[in-house]
């Protein structure tokens, strides 16, 4: 069955930098499109990004553009989120799904505060 590991999330000072890490198994992970998306409690599920199978194609949302790099490694079948510049408006729980999307994983907490 699909499974989705997210890991990573800290606390981190505003400005800081962060490593978002997602492990995938059970579906043939190297042809798939991924996604990263992120939910504050009491508010919707926001999408961040995507990437496609071949790391060709990558789309991110305008809040995060130019901060967030999103990359995968097939061989690991684990997709990764760099997030630098974070800001408090960036806190909330991060998880990863696949297009069409899957069940949904725990997810990891990002924290930015001072």
């Known amino acids: 069955q699909v499974q989705l590991v997210e890991s990573g999330g800290a606390l981190v000072q505003p400005g800081g930098s962060l490593r978002l890490s997602c492990a995938a198994s059970?579906?043939?992970?190297?042809?798939?499109?991924m996604n990263w998306y992120r939910q504050v409690p009491g508010k919707e599920r926001e999408w961040v990004g995507l990437?496609?199978?071949?790391?060709?194609?990558?789309n991110y949302a305008d809040s995060v553009r130019g901060r967030f790099t999103i990359s995968r490694d097939n061989a690991k079948n684990t997709l990764y989120l760099q997030m630098n510049s974070l800001s408090p408006e960036d806190t909330a729980v991060y998880y990863c799904?696949?297009?069409?999307?899957?069940?949904w994983g725990k997810g990891t907490l990002v924290t930015v505060s001072s």
């Open positions: 799904n696949k297009n069409p999307p899957a069940l």
């Open positions: 059970g579906f043939t992970f190297s042809t798939y499109t």
């Open positions: 990437i496609s199978a071949s790391s060709k194609l990558k």
